[in-house]
Structures are given as structure tokens and as C-alpha cells.
């Protein structure tokens, strides 16, 4: 799991004149990897614990749903009864016990898939244990089991209880353990109203007390669908996933015709074949590589977004992510750091820049927000003003910051320094009968209109009070955020800032992040207007959000990840949620998904490729005696017949084992343009599918001829 | 001049007289696809069969008129046939037996032209001249239509409408095939090729027989006949016949007309969907199919190893001297590569590989270039294939000029693949299966085999070449190669049309840098790679135990 911290304490009130952003609220600062994907974990023991679930799904009911390894499971079938009519024809055996191995490898892809969600979904049910409810009634409290609450009902919750459903917090606050669902221990705040009134059952209530209506029935809770997830019970076969079946079940078809009509021809030229023959050049041809892992795939891309504390409700959103072409994104959070920070003393005429990081660090010393802090270490960093200590000056009056007064300072014997919004402070001077020089005004417009927001300093001593100088905040754009936004223009992707600033801000900090567009001053109408302007264009938004003014958006938007810090309206609103709640993801998101289309894509073209040396190993096998001239096809020289075909079908059976790995990992991804990406692609999967079969029957033949009886 | 030497110029000058004509025909459909008013005489025709030219129609709609116009069409040929004995101007000819008059009508409205009779000894200037005659010009313009409807699907949006079949029709007609056939035919006739309504002529007796020549509107049918992709000769010897194609150069202007406005087709798609570096991208696809066949056919026939063999220069058997070799190879891949199915040499005296060449031109589905209209619609299906499983590769949804490669495409394109195999490889194992069909063999071995082969790929993929041998004038074979050719033409469109109102229905997806570019070589080079690995797994086998196997038997 990672390592985010999801919630931090409510967000200080902003306590600067100026624009202020939507803040999500829960700057994490956590900015993830680059572009790439990297794979899940593989461990071949896992192919060893699967076997036994790969045996169960032998059932011919779980087997129809994927008609290309139906078609191995009959062929198999076939080919053991006629083994079982002719037992001494160990050619016959051989082919059976690996065309049975074909399924069962099949089978075993997917099982090792589900497998690993399976751990977590035991994790997960060990937090939904019974619990018992508070519930209230008219006359005061009374306990039921968990299992029984309706929505909205109303249930009491204290220090040490497990929260018993989905709800709303409509009374109080409490700090809660959610350590079950996320992973991550730290306790966060639940409070009534606002956007952090959403409570998860089976999460543990630390301190306080607090009254929750529930939202959801029993069973189809967040832990639940989140158990079905993990445990692909859930799963349901993606639109793509369904038009890749269609093409891999029409190819089928026709190498059942090829095969199925050789018969005739093969009689005539006076080599009929034997029926275990037949079968296993079947097998061969149809696309078994692809059509073994296919659901693998697709399980292993769920499990990837799980791994990054992702909950995607439907795979559907998982292949939408691959698509998505507009990126919606949050200034606060996701592009710049939550936080503004101090990136400039700007002083006015009459005051020394010494002077005035001086005085703005001592005023600084009481503000405890991370805008108040980063002041200190500008200047320490700057002008090398050693952070001071709140004892060393002596006696002394601290002015924190509140959102009232929106200024921070101190007193100092008579010297009195301030720090704060430009109103509060130039109000604070005039009070005192200062003078506020005509340049403050000039230096404050700059900064605003640069993207910045303006603190003045004052101090008030002998000379009486008077301006200082302006502390340029500044909105500070993640590292390496223009350098990722450059990959997503290369893949296609636009994206578009959403900010609650004023254009002119919104403006300086896109150019510096690099953003494609920006919508400032959003409102959730803009944005909901937004999204289906895009999607009229035909192209697919992807958004996060949180809020309950952020659900319609979430719902319209193709991707809609909500934060799971978030109201429970957002969470319902969105096809995914981050544990993490961390809009970043949003880009590791899309990643995952184009990962899962390439995939299967890759696979699909080995998968074909494939065919063309199976051929080369089986025609001549079964014709050369009838026309000799057919063993010029015999270009990788197998031994004999027998040995071609097994070799071919051992071969094809091998290379599902071999590549499930490729398939739980997922094919190497890195944000390029598609020209790139499909020439490596088809290099590697298309190219290499039809060189790799050609070395690996002749290795696997020569290894069967040096057998006794073969060759 | 070496044979080789000689062909490969033949070739180049084929490829600049093509070029030449490619921008101003394939514009010159697309205006007339597009345009919005009607010619007088279009608006005569419109009143004479009561059709309305303005009305949108969707898939469904448009696939009615396709099947109704064609349904009608072969009713019609065969009552003409049927009632022959009693027309006048029909040579003193008899009626045609109902099988062979199913199988004729069946082959001409499906553009297939595949001939189970003798023209010259069985079909009068009646049933030449207005039955096949006109299916010639129709059932060519009926494909047309189907490809631009498909074009229609992909430039349009938000509306399942796929344009009128009724003015596409008789467009495709009055204003394409009819001038184009006028210009062919006179210049045919320049060329030597006989035009008029004479009878038959005993010119002279040899020991054992009398020698006839016949008269008849040749040149007029023979324009067509490769200008449509057709392929029915007015002879029985077809295009070796020296009245219907006299000389190389004669030839060379017959191999021009049969390419002419396949490749052409491929401009007017680039016009109709806004990018012409689309159709472009199409065009190289098929152009390189079309010069690599060519070339290997040049080299296995020439190449072939015999004292007989280097005596003539290579496998002059069946092949007219005043072609050679390089003028029949290029005929010959010409031909099976669209849906023409003419012959100036006999396929079945190539070479094994060059038999075997004829017979995976046509397996490829005819795409390249392919029949008028059905080569476009077919190199289409095979882009939206090809699209699919590499547009996975680049990570989205696949997507083919701006339109989404779902499930209902896919399963469009996937039903429309299955057809023909279905038909080709399910009849020949029936054929094979049954005892009576081998009868009709005149060889055995690989070849006896390939010879059925052939007949039903000819059939199914509405080519209408035959690979000479097989008496294919049985119930059984007229009767099978007739339900091949009809549901070889028309399931397939049946599918080709859904896909279209599939596509037309869409949103577009805007081009970004996340796109598959579909006008790129790389696409092109995994288009080719796509249609030679799928229709090549498809009929490997059956390759294998016919040409192949006589191939490389030496």
C-alpha cells in the first residue's frame, strides 16, 4: 500500500486576501512515479497454489464463456476418448495429456489472477465482522446487529466502535481509523456537513463521538463491492473485452472450417488423417495464447489500479481511462503544491530587503500554516536569517494567525511587527496613523497579476508604523508536473486546469505548470458544462473530485475518480475511488488502462503471429508422405511427423506459462505517441510472434527426438 | 527484349497510365457521388422504374434495394435464358437448361461472370447483348454502390443515413461505367477487336470439322466486361480470343480497364472521408499486393525448370505467343486479384505456384485491387480488422478515420470474413466428399484437386475465372457454384452495410496524438500483413494439397 497521508487535519481557513482554489483539501503532496507503469508482482509458486482452483474450472459451464479454450476442452475430450479406444498408441496419449495441459495451463492464468486478489478480499472481510449498531429510535438507543439497518437510519457511534454501515456523519466529529479499507494508519477527521462527512463501515472510531445516517443497505456496502472487486466476483467482460472475444471466436471458426474441410481433401490425396491429428492441428491454429489469458488480463488490470489503492466500480471505466483524450485536473493538489509558498521579498522605497525579510520572518514565527512557515525558511534560505526561537527574543507578545484578523506577528518590548493579507495590514498601519507608501499599491498589483498573491509587512516602532515591503506567495507547480504533462500531450491527451482563481491567476500558474487549457473561476456548473462540451466533440474526460458539488461532473465525466476522503454523493457519483485521495493518480489511472488495451492488443498479434510457424511444423508432418515435395516446407527440419506435432502442440501449450507473467505484469508502458508505440509493439509481439514458435519447436523437437521412439 | 525485361516494362507502363488516371476518375466519382442535382436522362430512368433519387435511406433500407434490384435482376436473366429458343435474334440457339440458366444468372448479377456455357455456341445476340450484357454494367454499378455507402459510414456522423441506392445505382451507370465503357470500346475497336450484329460464318473446312467464326457486338461487351470487373466473354476462349483481344497492346489497355477504376476507388474514398492520404494509404496497400503477385508470377512462370519449358522461355502451355509469357502473367494476376475472372491464357496450364498464385489472389478476399466497389469494401473490412487488434497496441479503444471499433463492428467485419471461407472451403470438401462431383475432374492428383478448388474460390469470392479442366456443366456444379456465387456477393454485403450504419450513427473521435495513424506505411505494411496472414492461415491446408503440393514437386 502506499504511503500517502489521505487526510490531514481540516485545511487552515486561506487566510490571504486573494483567489482561492476549491482546495480538495487534502494536499498530499504526494506526487507519484513518472508516467510508466510498473508491473505487479509475480512469484511462480503462485502457479502451484492456483492448481487446484484451475481444476475446478474445468466445469464446462465456466469453460463456454471463453469459446476459444472450449474449443481445447472439447478437443481434449475427443482426443482422450480415442486414446482410450487405441491405449497402446502413445502418440495418441501424448497429444491428449498436453492438449489437457493447454486447458489446464489456460485455467490457471486466470486463477493465478484471481488469486491475488483474493488475499486482500480476506483482509477485507476480517473488517467486516459483525458489528453491532446503536441505532436511534424515538425513545433513545437500541442495539441490532449491523446486518439489519436500513437506510437512513440513524446510529451512534463512540471511541472504540466499528462504524456498522455507509453513512454520513449529521452530528459531530470524530477522528477514525480507516486503516482497513486504505492501509494507511494515520487517523482522519469525519465531521457532519461539508465534504468530509462520509463514513465507511467497518472502519474504526478512535475518539469522540459522532451520529451517522446511513446511505446503503447492507451488502452492497463499499467494503463489499470492494470484497466482489478484489475477488473478481463482480467482473463482468469490458466492451472491448467482448468485441476482442468476437474476433478471436470468428477465427476460430474459420480454422475449425480449415481443419474440419481437410478431411476430404486430405482423403482424397490418399493421407487421410487420424482424428488426434486433426485435433491438435486445431488447437494449434486457433488463438489459444490469447485466448488463455484474455480474462487474466483483464483481472490483472483491476488488481493493478487495486495495488495503487485504486477501486475501479467497473472494468468498463478501467478501458474508458485508456481512451480518456481531456484530462480535467485540479490546480490545488495536483498540479501545484497545496500550499502557497514565499518566493520573493520585494521591498519598497525607504526599506532595505534585509530589512524586510527581518521583520517578515518574525512575523512569521507564530503562523503556524505552511504559507507562514515557508516565509521563515525563505528567508533563512535566502538571507541566511537563522530561524529564531520563540524564547531568544526575551519577553514577547505572538500574534498567531487567525482567520479573522488574517495577520501574524509580534511584540517585541515596542517594536510590533505584522505580517498578513494586504487589507488587514494596510488597515492595521493606517490605525496606528502610519504611512502606506504609494509604491505598495503598484507592487501588490504586480504580484497579483503575475499568479501570485501579495503579504504585506509592516512594523511599528520608533519611527512609528509603517509598510515594509510585499512577501510575493507564490503558487508553486510540482515538480516534474510540466515534464508529464509534456508525455500526455505526446499520447494524446489534453489537459485542462480547473482552478477557482481568477483568470489572470489561472493563467500564469497553467503557463508555468504547462497545462493545455484552464478553466478559472470554476464553478461545478463549469465544469459539468465543461465535460459535455468535450464529449459532444467525441472525446472521453477523465476528472477527480471530492465534493458533493462534484458528483454530477463525476458521473458525466467517462472517468470519474472520486477521493475517498470524499462525501459519500462523490464516491456514489464516480466509476472509481482513490483510497489515497490523491488526484494525481488520475494520470497513473489512464496509464493503467491504455497498459491493459496494449496487452491485449500485444498478445492477440503474438497469438496469430504464431500460427504461421505451427503450420510449417504441421503440413509437412501430415502430407510429406503423400506428396514428398511438401517437405521443402519442412524448414526447421523436425525429426519426424510425430515429433513435429507434438512439438507444435507442446509448444503452444508451453507459451501460455510462459507468458502469464507478461499478462498479470502487463506489457512494458511508457507514455509516446501511438506511431511509436505501435512500431515497438508490432516489432516485438508481431515480429517476434512469428520467430519465437519457429526456435521453440525445433528446441522442443530436439528435445523429443533424442527420446526413445521418436524421431 | 528478354520476357522479363519486357514484362517488367509492360508493368511500369500499366502503373503510369493508371497514375495518370487516378486523381481525375477517382474525383470524378466522388462529385458524382456527392452532388445534388440529376441529369435528364437519370431523372427518365428514376420515373421509368418509380424510384425516389432524393430520399435517405439507413442500412436496412439501403440493403433492401440492393437485394430487391438484384433479385429481380436474376429472375430476369433467367426467364430470358429460359424462353431463348423462342426469341428472335438468338442465333437459332435453344433454351438453356434450368441449372445453367441458374448458375448464368446467378454469376452475372453477382459481378462473378463464371461461365458454365460456351458464349459462342449457346447465348444469342438477345440474351448477350440486353441480359448479360446489362448485368455487366449493373451489377458492377450495384458494388459501387455498396462501397460508397460503406465511404458514406465513415464521413458521416450522428446519422444512420448511407445515401440513396437508387441514384447511386444508376449514377454509377450513366455517369462512370457508360462514358468509360464508350471511350474502352472505341479504343478496342481501334485496336482490332470486332463490333457488329453479323451471324455466323463457315469460313472453311479441315479434316474432321468445319471452322465458324461468329459475329456480335464484341468490343461493346468486352469494355465493360473489364471496366465492371466482370469477366464474361463473349467467346468461350475469352480474352485469348483473338476477336476479343487481338493484340499486346489490345491486352495491356484490357489489363488497364480491369484496374482502372478499383484503384480510382480508392482516391474517390479519400475525397468522401476528407483526407485523401487515407485513400492513399489504401491504395498502397493494394498497389503493393498487385506488383508483388505480378512479379511472382512473371518469375514462376518464366523460371520454371523443363527442356520443353526453356525451349518456349518458360511455361508458354496455354498461353497465347502473342502475349508471352510477362502479357499473360500480368493478365492473369490482374484478373484473379479483382473480381474480373477473365482469362487471355489458361490458369490451369500455369505453373503449380503460378495456379496457386491465381488462387490466393483471389482468396485474399479480391482486395487488391479487388472488384469495383466490393475491392474497396473488402480492403475496408480488412482495415477496420487490421485497426482493431493494433489500435489495441497503442493502448485505446481502436478507432478507423474517427470511428470506434466496437463490438457490433467488429462483429460486422468478423461475419463478413467468415463468409467466403465458409463457402470455398465448406463446397470443395462437399465436392470432395461426394462421389459425382470428381467426375467433372480431367486430372488427378494436386491438380484434379485444384481444379475444384478453384472453381469454388472463383465462385464464393464472385470471380468467374476458371481453371480450365473441370466440366463444370453438371447439375451438381451448376447448381452449388450458383448458391456460392449469390451468397458469396450478398452476405457479405449484407454485412458491409450494417457495419456503414454502424459507423454513420457515431460521434467521431477527434485525431490526436494517441491516434493510430491509419495513412502511415507502417499501417499500410500491417494492413498487407494482416490479409496475407489471415486469409494465408485460412487456406494453407487447402494451398498445400493443391498448388503447393504440384508445385514443389520438381
Known amino acids: ?711 | 527484349m528478354s520476357p522479363a525485361l519486357s514484362g517488367v516494362l509492360q508493368l511500369l507502363a500499366l502503373a503510369a497510365a493508371l497514375g495518370l488516371v487516378y486523381r481525375p476518375l477517382g474525383d470524378h466519382m466522388a462529385r458524382t457521388y456527392s452532388c445534388d442535382r440529376h441529369l435528364r436522362v437519370e431523372r427518365w430512368i428514376y420515373k421509368a422504374i418509380g424510384a425516389d433519387p432524393t430520399g435517405e435511406m439507413s442500412w436496412p433500407a439501403y440493403l433492401r434495394g440492393v437485394l430487391a434490384f438484384s433479385a429481380v435482376g436474376v429472375l430476369f436473366l433467367y426467364l430470358l435464358q429460359r424462353v431463348q429458343g423462342v426469341l428472335p435474334g438468338s442465333l437459332g440457339f435453344s433454351s438453356i437448361d434450368p441449372d445453367q440458366a441458374f448458375n448464368t444468372a446467378a454469376s452475372f448479377v453477382s459481378n462473378t461472370n463464371w461461365q458454365s456455357y460456351y458464349g459462342e455456341q449457346a447465348m444469342g445476340h438477345v440474351v448477350q447483348t440486353g441480359g448479360l450484357a446489362v448485368q455487366n454494367f449493373v451489377s458492377a454499378a450495384v458494388g459501387m454502390a455498396v462501397a460508397v455507402a460503406l465511404v458514406r459510414g465513415f464521413a458521416r456522423a450522428h446519422t444512420g443515413e448511407l445515401g440513396n441506392f437508387w441514384s447511386d445505382l444508376v449514377r454509377g451507370t450513366v455517369r462512370v461505367l457508360l462514358p468509360v465503357s464508350v471511350i474502352g470500346a472505341i479504343v478496342l475497336v481501334a485496336c482490332g477487336v470486332i463490333q457488329n450484329f453479323a451471324g455466323i460464318h463457315g469460313v472453311g473446312q479441315f479434316p474432321g470439322g468445319t471452322q465458324q467464326w461468329n459475329g456480335g457486338a464484341v468490343a461493346s461487351q468486352e469494355a465493360v466486361k473489364h471496366l465492371g470487373t466482370n469477366g464474361g466473354g463473349y467467346f468461350n476462349a475469352n480474352s485469348a480470343h483473338p476477336f476479343e483481344n487481338p493484340t499486346p497492346l489490345s491486352n495491356l489497355f484490357e489489363v488497364f480497364l480491369i484496374l482502372l477504376i478499383p484503384f480510382a476507388l480508392t482516391r474517390t474514398f479519400g475525397r468522401m472521408v476528407g483526407s485523401l492520404r487515407q485513400g492513399y494509404a489504401i491504395l498502397a496497400a493494394m498497389a503493393t499486393i498487385w506488383v508483388v503477385f505480378t512479379l511472382l508470377m512473371m518469375w514462376t512462370e518464366l523460371a520454371h525448370r523443363g527442356t520443353a519449358f526453356e525451349i518456349a522461355g518458360g511455361a508458354m502451355e496455354g498461353k497465347e505467343t502473342r502475349f508471352g509469357i510477362s502479357g499473360s502473367a500480368l493478365f492473369s494476376v490482374a484478373t484473379t486479384l479483382t473480381s474480373t475472372g477473365a482469362v487471355n491464357s489458361f490458369h490451369s496450364s500455369n505453373t503449380g505456384l503460378g495456379g496457386g498464385i491465381n488462387l490466393l489472389g483471389m482468396q485474399l478476399g479480391e482486395t487488391a485491387p479487388g472488384g469495383v466497389g466490393s475491392g474497396l469494401y473488402g480492403m475496408l473490412v480488412m482495415a477496420v480488422v487490421a485497426v482493431f487488434i493494433a489500435g489495441l497496441m497503442v493502448g485505446r479503444t481502436p478507432e478507423y478515420l474517427g470511428r470506434k471499433i466496437g463490438t457490433r463492428q467488429i462483429t460486422f467485419a468478423a461475419c463478413y470474413l467468415l463468409v467466403t471461407p465458409a463457402l470455398v472451403l465448406g463446397f470443395t470438401a462437399a465436392a470432395m466428399a461426394l462421389d459425382t462431383p470428381g467426375h467433372s475432374m480431367t486430372n488427378s492428383g494436386a491438380h484434379g484437386f485444384s481444379e475444384i478448388l478453384y472453381a469454388y474460390t472463383s465462385g464464393a469470392n464472385n470471380n468467374g475465372s476458371a481453371f480450365a479442366g473441370l466440366d463444370a456443366d453438371t447439375q451438381w456444379f451448376n447448381t452449388t457454384i450458383g448458391i456460392a456465387m449469390l451468397l458469396g456477393r450478398f452476405l457479405p454485403m449484407v454485412f458491409v452495410l450494417a457495419l456503414a450504419g454502424s459507423l454513420a450513427e457515431q460521434t467521431p473521435v477527434p485525431e490526436t496524438a494517441g491516434t493510430l495513424r491509419t495513412h502511415k506505411p507502417l499501417f499500410t505494411g500491417l494492413l498487407i500483413g494482416t490479409i496475407l496472414i489471415i486469409t494465408g492461415l485460412t487456406y494453407f491446408p487447402a494451398l498445400a494439397l493443391g498448388p503447393l503440393a504440384e508445385g514443389l514437386a520438381s
Open chain 1, 1 to 711: 500500500m502506499s504511503t500517502s497521508t489521505p487526510a490531514t487535519l481540516p485545511d487552515e481557513v486561506p487566510h490571504q486576501d486573494g483567489p482561492t482554489g476549491p482546495a480538495p483539501g487534502h494536499a498530499s503532496g504526494h506526487a507519484s512515479g513518472n508516467g510508466a507503469v510498473g508491473g505487479g508482482f509475480f512469484d511462480p509458486g503462485m502457479l502451484v497454489r492456483a492448481v487446484p482452483d484451475a481444476l475446478r474450472k474445468l466445469d464446462p459451464r465456466v469453460m463456454v464463456t471463453s469459446p476459444v479454450m472450449f474449443v481445447v476442452l472439447v478437443g481434449s475430450v475427443l482426443t482422450t476418448v480415442l486414446a482410450l479406444r487405441e491405449p497402446g498408441d502413445w502418440f495418441g496419449w501424448a497429444i491428449t495429456t498436453w492438449l489437457w495441459l493447454t486447458t489446464v495451463f489456460a485455467n490457471l492464468a486466470e486463477a493465478v489472477a484471481e488469486g491475488r486478489g483474493k488475499a486482500q478480499a480476506d483482509t477485507l472481510r476480517r473488517a467486516k465482522t459483525d458489528t453491532v449498531a446503536r441505532r436511534i429510535t424515538g425513545a433513545g438507543e437500541e442495539r441490532v446487529p449491523g446486518t439489519e439497518l436500513r437506510v437512513g437510519d440513524l446510529v451512534v457511534c463512540e471511541a472504540g466502535d466499528t462504524v456498522p454501515g455507509d453513512g454520513d456523519v449529521t452530528e459531530g466529529v470524530a477522528s477514525v481509523d480507516e486503516s482497513a479499507i486504505t492501509g494507511e494508519s494515520a487517523p482522519v477527521i469525519r465531521e457532519s456537513g461539508g465534504d468530509r462527512s462520509a463514513v465507511t463501515g467497518g472502519t474504526k472510531v478512535l475518539s469522540d463521538r459522532i451520529v451517522v445516517r446511513i446511505t446503503t443497505k447492507p451488502g452492497e456496502t463499499f467494503i463489499d463491492r470492494m470484497i466482489n472487486l478484489v475477488e473478481g466476483a463482480a467482473r463482468q467482460k469490458t466492451p472491448n473485452e467482448i468485441a476482442l472475444n468476437i474476433l478471436l471466436a470468428s477465427l476460430t471458426i474459420v480454422f475449425l472450417l480449415a481443419v474440419v474441410t481437410l478431411q476430404p481433401f486430405a482423403t482424397y490425396a490418399g493421407a487421410g488423417q487420424s482424428m488426434t491429428v486433426l485435433t491438435a492441428l486445431l488447437v494449434c491454429l486457433i488463438p489459444t495464447t490469447i485466448g488463455a489469458l484474455l480474462s487474466a488480463i483483464g483481472i490483472a488490470g483491476m488488481d493493478r489500479l487495486v495495488q495503487r489503492n485504486v477501486l475501479a466500480m467497473s472494468g468498463r471505466a478501467v478501458e474508458a481511462a485508456g481512451d480518456v483524450s481531456t484530462l480535467l485536473l485540479d490546480k490545488t493538489g495536483t498540479i501545484t503544491l497545496g500550499n502557497r509558498q514565499a518566493s520573493e521579498f520585494v521591498p519598497v522605497k525607504g526599506a532595505t530587503r534585509a530589512e524586510l525579510a527581518d521583520a517578515a520572518q518574525l512575523s512569521s514565527l507564530a503562523d503556524e500554516t505552511p504559507e507562514g512557515r515557508s516565509i521563515v525558511v525563505l528567508a533563512q534560505e535566502a538571507y541566511g536569517l537563522r530561524e529564531r526561537r520563540r524564547g531568544e527574543l526575551g519577553p514577547a507578545e505572538w500574534i498567531g494567525f487567525t482567520a479573522q484578523t488574517r495577520m501574524s506577528g509580534v511584540d517585541v518590548g515596542r517594536r510590533r511587527v505584522r505580517k498578513g493579507a494586504a487589507g488587514s495590514v494596510t488597515a492595521w498601519v493606517r490605525e496606528r496613523g502610519g504611512r502606506v507608501p504609494e509604491d505598495t499599491r503598484a507592487l501588490t498589483d504586480r504580484i497579483s497579476q503575475a499568479g501570485g498573491t501579495p503579504l504585506l509587512v509592516a512594523v511599528e516602532d520608533g519611527g512609528g508604523a509603517r509598510v515594509l515591503g510585499v512577501v510575493h506567495l507564490k503558487d508553486v507547480v510540482k515538480a516534474g508536473m510540466r515534464e508529464r504533462f509534456e508525455e500526455l500531450r505526446r499520447m494524446g491527451i489534453r489537459t485542462v486546469m480547473i482552478t477557482g482563481d481568477n483568470p489572470l491567476t489561472a493563467k500564469a500558474i497553467a503557463e508555468e505548470a504547462g497545462v493545455d487549457d484552464f478553466l478559472a473561476e470554476a464553478t461545478p456548473e463549469d465544469k459539468l458544462a465543461l465535460i459535455k462540451r468535450e464529449q459532444a466533440g467525441g472525446k472521453l474526460v477523465a476528472m477527480t473530485g471530492d465534493g458533493t458539488n462534484d458528483a454530477p461532473a463525476l458521473a458525466q465525466a467517462d472517468v470519474g475518480v472520486a477521493m475517498n476522503t470524499g462525501t459519500s454523493a462523490a464516491k456514489e457519483a464516480g466509476n472509481m475511488v482513490d483510497l489515497d485521495s490523491d488526484p494525481t493518480k488520475l494520470i497513473e489511472i489512464v496509464g493503467i488502462g491504455k497498459q491493459l488495451l496494449i496487452t491485449r492488443g500485444a498478445l492477440t498479434t503474438f497469438s496469430i503471429a504464431n500460427d504461421v510457424a505451427k503450420y510449417f511444423a504441421i503440413i509437412p508432418a501430415m502430407f510429406a508422405v503423400a506428396y514428398p515435395g511438401l517437405d521443402k516446407l519442412n524448414i526447421m527440419g523436425l525429426s519426424s511427423p510425430e515429433s513435429a506435432i507434438l512439438s507444435a502442440v507442446v509448444f503452444n501449450a508451453l507459451i501460455i506459462i510462459a507468458l502469464v507473467p507478461l499478462a498479470l505484469r502487463g506489457v512494458r508502458y511508457t507514455p509516446t505517441s501511438a506511431d511509436r508505440m505501435l512500431r515497438r509493439n508490432l516489432g516485438i509481439y508481431g515480429l517476434g510472434g512469428l520467430v519465437a514458435p519457429f526456435i521453440g519447436i525445433k528446441i522442443i523437437d530436439l528435445l523429443l527426438s533424442t527420446l526413445p521412439g521418436i524421431g
